[in-house]
């Protein structure tokens, strides 16, 4: 294997302790964020040689940003410091049924004023083998868009495969006079493994796939393979919310000769589900880039995201041992 390279922007998230509405204690527990340093924390903590391209601003909450990347194992040498501001985010857990809600205040983030031509994309796809990019990076506005169709123009010119998480963020986008479609088709364009439902494939295709379940999944991805030549693996979570202490998903992974299904897993006494896509996207790549298959790349992505529900903050903090004892339906203590 090759190194494992993302773009995109770092953030902190700020939440109340526990269950608590916002600010109504005045407390807030600090977690680092942002999707595709989850996707990159965790493929650091299993192992992967992974490196991170990003823009901080040069005060302590850059840096303890970049910190808090490398010790998990994280390449943060192409993480470039200027700007003024660190993006962040609020996030209000739901309980029972009061669902999450979150607050963004990323306008402006250092990441998202820096220009375009910031990163030397000949240098740092130097010896890598995959190049992730997600949807949020576009949605920051139209030079973080132009930058991220860089950054995917020079991996197609080298060769370097790219995995894409449509993470489709509407009020993000309608911060500014965007055109989602026509971007996201961009970089959808030029990506082998997309991250996304049905419901991205129709924003992006402008049709409506009709049905159930797995009929309407198959037609999806039969008519994102047909629009999108490079694209050979689409993975996607169905997830059912009971309440928000308790949902239902199962993982799908679809390439062009054929599918593989997961069974559905209730999800109880959640925690956190925020980062639970990342964790998906992570746990499928982690699997991959071993050499397994998409029926091993879906049991593995819906376990590492079955394992972050239980665990508060955005990244996925876990090592194969965890996977494999959840794999193994180990609920008991470990001693």
């Known amino acids: 294997m090759g190194r494992f390279l993302a773009f995109g922007e770092m953030m902190w998230r700020l939440s109340p302790p526990g269950r608590e509405m916002l600010m109504q204690t005045p407390k807030l ?13 965790a493929l650091g903590r299993l192992g992967h040689d992974v490196g991170f391209v990003s823009r901080v601003p040069d005060n302590d909450l850059g840096r303890a940003a ?26 209000t857990s739901g309980a029972g049924m009061r669902a999450t809600e979150v607050i963004y205040d990323r306008a402006g983030s250092s990441f998202a004023e820096a220009p375009a031509e910031a990163w ?3 240098t740092l796809l130097n010896g890598v083998d995959r190049l992730h990019l997600s949807g949020i990076t576009p949605a920051l506005g139209p030079v973080p868009a132009k930058a991220a169709i860089r950054a995917a123009e020079a991996a197609v010119a080298r060769g ?3 995995s894409f998480d449509g993470n489709y963020r509407a009020k993000l986008w309608e911060r500014w006079d965007s055109n989602p479609r026509e971007i996201l088709m961009e970089l959808v364009s030029k990506a082998d493994i997309l991250f996304g439902n049905h419901r991205d494939i129709a924003l992006l295709l402008q049709k409506d796939f009709g049905g159930d379940g797995e009929d309407r999944r198959q037609s999806a991805a039969d008519a994102a393979f047909a629009a999108f030549p490079k694209l050979q693996m689409i993975a996607s979570t169905a997830r059912h919310v009971d309440t928000a202490d308790q949902n239902r998903l199962s993982a799908r992974i679809d390439g062009r000769e054929g599918h593989a299904q997961t069974e559905e897993i209730i999800l109880a006494g959640i925690v956190d589900r925020i980062g639970g896509g990342d964790a998906f996207a992570s746990g499928v790549l982690h699997a991959l880039r071993q050499g397994g298959d998409i029926a091993q790349a879906a049991q593995t992505g819906l376990a590492l995201t079955a394992l ?3 665990l508060p903050g955005d990244a996925a903090l876990f090592r194969q041992a965890d996977i494999d004892a959840f794999l193994a339906g180990g609920l008991d203590v470990r001693r």
């Open 29 to 41: 527990d600090v977690w680092l964020a942002g999707a595709e340093a989850n996707v990159v924390t």
């Open 308 to 310: 972050k529900h239980s």
């Open 160 to 162: 370097v495969p790219i």
């Open 66 to 91: 970049v910190s808090t990347l490398r010790g998990h194992g994280v390449d943060t040498s192409a993480v470039h410091y200027g700007g003024d501001r660190m993006g962040l985010y609020m996030v």
């Open 120 to 122: 030397d994309w000949e």
